[in-house]
Structure formats: C-alpha cells, structure tokens
C-alpha cells in the first residue's frame, strides 16, 4: 500500500537559493513551483540583499561582516523545519559570498546563536520546547559582549556557535 499526501512529489521540485541556477550546464530544468513562508522567505532575502551590498559597494579592505543564523539549523525539529533550513541557507549564502570577499580583503562569518531566553523569538521557542540545554543560558549582553570580540580577532572561522559559554567555530 502506499501512501500519498496532496502536495507535489519531492522528485518533482527543484529548489532555488538564488532565484537562478548557479551553473547552468549541470541542471536541466523543465518546469518549476515557488513555495515560500513569508517570514523565512525574508530572512534569507534581507542576507542575500546585504550580502550583495558588501560585495557591490565594496565594504573596505579589512571589513568584517557578521550574519546571524541560528543554532536551530543544527538541531530542527518537525516544528521549526521551515525555520532551521533557512537558518542553514542564511549561512550557505554567507559561505558562498564570503569566497568572493576573501579576494577583496573582507572577512564574512555567521554566528548562530542557541535559544535565548528574554528574547521575544527565545521566549516562543522555550514555551514550545522548554528550557534550553547547557550549563548557562545565553544573555543578550554576554551575545553582546562575544560578538565585539569576535569582530576585532585577526582571522574568523566561517561559522560560529554562540550559547552560554561563548562564541565555538564550527566544523566546514
């Protein structure tokens, strides 16, 4: 027996995070759909849109520019799906841009911080998953705090961890 839902099969989707193809000789696309969730959607485009900016104006030698994702791209769940993939694709853009930057001198990471409580976005997320794990919360001053240092190291990792004990660089 098997099982069908209304929507359309996975095989016969195709994705875009540019609203192109990247290399066209690799992709043949036939037909395509758009499906977006408003808030999401806009994340994704306000990174891409001052990504593009740092890159176009450009931003001085030496510049360093931090994006914020979420350390719920690395630990979604069935609620927060939508959410956590872009999360990822916030930090997949910002990879991607940042190989550009390199050859200008400006320095892209992303900082994705955990749950925080006191935050409007933390506060919801606490009340449908409970209370973060770890040994301390992550504050918005202490998240303050670790993102003026990190802005002022010499060399930066392509993404960091952000929660209570401070800033981890994360594996490629």
Same mark, same amino acid.
């Given at each position: 027996? @098997? &099982?069908? @839902?209304?929507?359309?099969?996975?095989?016969?989707?195709? *994705?875009? &995070?540019?609203?192109?193809?990247?290399? $066209?000789?690799? *992709? @043949?696309?036939?037909?395509?759909?758009?499906?977006?969730?408003?808030?999401?959607?806009?994340?994704?485009?306000? &990174?891409?849109?001052?990504?593009?900016?740092?890159?176009?104006?450009?931003?001085?030698?030496? @510049?360093? !520019?931090?994006? *914020?994702?979420?350390?719920?791209?690395?630990?979604?769940?069935?609620?927060?799906?939508?959410?956590?993939?872009?999360?990822?694709? !916030?930090?997949?853009? +910002?990879?991607?841009? =940042?190989?550009?930057?390199?050859?200008?001198?400006?320095?892209? +990471?992303?900082?994705?911080?955990? /749950? +925080?409580?006191?935050?409007? /976005?933390?506060?919801? =997320?606490?009340?449908?998953?409970?209370?973060? $794990?770890?040994?301390?919360?992550?504050?918005?001053? *202490?998240?303050?705090?670790?993102?003026?240092?990190?802005? =002022?190291? $010499?060399?930066?990792?392509?993404?960091?961890?952000?929660?209570?004990?401070?800033?981890?660089?994360?594996?490629?």
């Amino acid at each position: 027996m @098997s &099982v069908r @839902s209304g929507g359309p099969r996975v095989a016969d989707l195709a *994705f875009q &995070v540019f609203g192109r193809t990247l290399h $066209p000789e690799w *992709f @043949s696309v036939r037909a395509h759909r758009r499906y977006a969730q408003a808030g999401w959607e806009a994340d994704v485009r306000i &990174v891409f849109g001052w990504l593009r900016a740092a890159l176009r104006l450009p931003l001085a030698a030496g @510049s360093r !520019v931090i994006v *914020f994702g979420s350390g719920a791209e690395l630990r979604g769940s069935p609620l927060s799906g939508g959410y956590a993939g872009a999360k990822a694709t !916030v930090r997949l853009i +910002t990879n991607y841009a =940042a190989a550009d930057a390199r050859d200008m001198g400006i320095a892209m +990471t992303t900082v994705l911080p955990v /749950i +925080t409580p006191g935050t409007a /976005i933390g506060n919801t =997320a606490i009340r449908a998953y409970g209370n973060p $794990p770890g040994p301390s919360p992550l504050t918005p001053e *202490f998240a303050g705090e670790r993102i003026l240092e990190l802005a =002022a190291e $010499p060399t930066l990792s392509s993404a960091y961890l952000l929660n209570g004990e401070g800033l981890a660089p994360l594996a490629k």
